[in-house]
């Protein structure tokens, strides 16, 4: 085999452009994006491509409503303002996740208590339980990377506790714990429908509940006037606040939500389709030293939002990430990524000292975090490298290419050290 590309050789890849592209756009997506835009490109009301979409959310995930809103973030907001979180509560938050699970919390002067993560990288059960105090209300669990976390435990813990449990399943569209469908164990879950989310509508997201008053408060929420004056029934102490609702605008455009619709119906094809190159990837790169590939749990189906490989410099004579991942890199493995924004989120400046952008924020004390406070998720960041997860037959060529980078680089490590 040639050199390494760092050093000289030349790269296993030279496939110019993007290695991989999210949401797939076929003819059928044009078209309902066209035919969208030709019907109407602004909608009040639960009415056309909003109501065909919350209906279909409904139905696949079973559950009795499905809001749509602007972005993932917002329905995060509106999944903490739709179950109370008032100023002062504490929601323990995984402290490994994309930021948006818990920044909401800042606007409703609750309190974010990060929670460490256990050896997958979600949320660990025992690190949540030691949190729990008599101002703790909710529980916000991410399934990381598109796999389930202990979800059963967390049920278990939060109703012995009296506390909600709520989901961020922005990454896991699909993913089912004992076949059933994450979105739906908790209380109330929030998605996005984010670019490269498994269901994408560019921009967009969701909240699913069966309970019908968060139903009308994320609808007071984000949603006023005409939709609530529509949907929260007349009888509700809540009807009179539809004009205004609670102030915020969180819809959702038509033509995301056209988008969404045409992906929805594929959705099931393109998570067997992951699942296979997950599977392919995981067996021909889990033979390999100084890369771990993830265990998936029992009765556990990931929805592959990405592939986290843990690197191990053990295995490669202690030659640091930062070195492996930029060997790769010139050999043209260009997604192979080191995660920038879903890290700990106690490295942000915001979650250190929130007071030069919220001056008035009134928990600084409660939140200062500093660097070593969640060691586990810190060691499994800082040796996380993601791969996208392909979806069709005709990218494993591409795939396998991926995988000769890395079974290169791995081989000619010793060239890379001292
Ligand atoms: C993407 C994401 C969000 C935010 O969604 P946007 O649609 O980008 O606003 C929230 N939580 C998690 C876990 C995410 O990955």
Do not use: W
């Given at each position: 085999m040639n050199a390494l590309a760092l050093t000289g050789g030349s790269p296993v890849i030279s496939q110019l452009g993007s290695h991989f592209s999210w949401p797939p756009i076929t003819h059928a997506t044009t078209k309902a994006v066209l035919d969208q835009l030709t019907t109407t490109v602004s909608i009040y009301d639960r009415s056309g491509v909003i109501a065909e979409l919350e209906d279909a959310l409904q139905e696949y995930f079973g559950v009795r409503h499905a809001v749509l809103t602007s972005s993932g973030t917002a329905a995060v907001h509106s999944t903490y303002a739709a179950t109370c979180v008032e100023p002062g509560d504490e929601v323990?938050?995984?402290?490994?996740?994309?930021?948006?699970?818990?920044?909401?919390?800042?606007?409703?002067?609750?309190?974010?208590?990060l929670a460490d993560s256990d050896e997958t990288g979600n949320m660990s059960v025992a690190e949540v339980e030691a949190r729990i105090t008599n101002k703790t209300t909710a529980i916000m669990v991410t399934h990381l990377w598109g796999t389930p976390a202990d979800i059963d435990a967390l049920l278990a813990l939060a109703n012995r506790h009296g506390l909600a449990l709520l989901e961020d399943a922005s990454h896991a569209h699909g993913a089912?714990?004992?076949?059933?469908?994450?979105?739906?164990?908790?209380?109330?879950?929030?998605?996005s429908?984010?670019?490269?989310?498994p269901l994408s509508a560019g921009e967009g997201g969701f909240v699913l509940t069966d309970d019908d008053d968060v139903y009308h408060r994320v609808l007071l929420h984000g949603h006023y006037n005409k939709r609530c004056r529509n949907e929260i029934p007349a009888t509700s102490p809540m009807h009179p606040y539809a004009v205004t609702g609670m102030g915020l605008k969180f819809r959702i455009h038509p033509l995301a939500a056209a988008i969404a619709l045409d992906q929805l119906g594929s959705l099931d094809d393109y998570l067997n389709g992951r699942e296979n190159v997950a599977r392919y990837l995981c067996n021909q790169l889990g033979e390999l030293p100084g890369i771990a590939v993830p265990r998936t749990p029992d009765g556990v189906r990931p929805a592959w939002y990405g592939l986290p490989l843990t690197y191990v410099p053990e295995e490669l004579g202690g030659l640091p990430v930062k070195r492996f991942h930029e060997a790769l890199?010139?050999?043209?493995?260009?997604?192979?990524?080191?995660?920038?924004?879903?890290?700990?989120?106690?490295?942000?400046?915001l979650f250190r000292d929130p007071a030069p952008v919220f001056p008035h924020y009134p928990h600084r004390k409660r939140v200062a975090y500093r660097e070593g406070q969640f060691p586990v998720a810190e060691q499994i960041w800082q040796h996380t490298l993601k791969l996208p997860v392909w979806h069709r037959e005709e990218d494993l060529p591409l795939v396998d290419r991926y995988i000769d980078g890395l079974r290169k680089v791995i081989e000619h490590h010793t060239e890379l050290l001292g």
């Open positions: 323990i938050v995984p402290a490994y996740t994309f930021l948006a699970t818990a920044t909401p919390l800042f606007h409703l002067g609750a309190v974010p208590i089912t714990v004992h076949g059933q469908k994450v979105g739906t164990f908790g209380h109330t879950a929030a998605f429908m984010n670019g490269p989310k890199l010139a050999e043209g493995l260009k997604e192979v990524d080191q995660p920038g924004s879903i890290c700990p989120l106690s490295r942000f400046p």
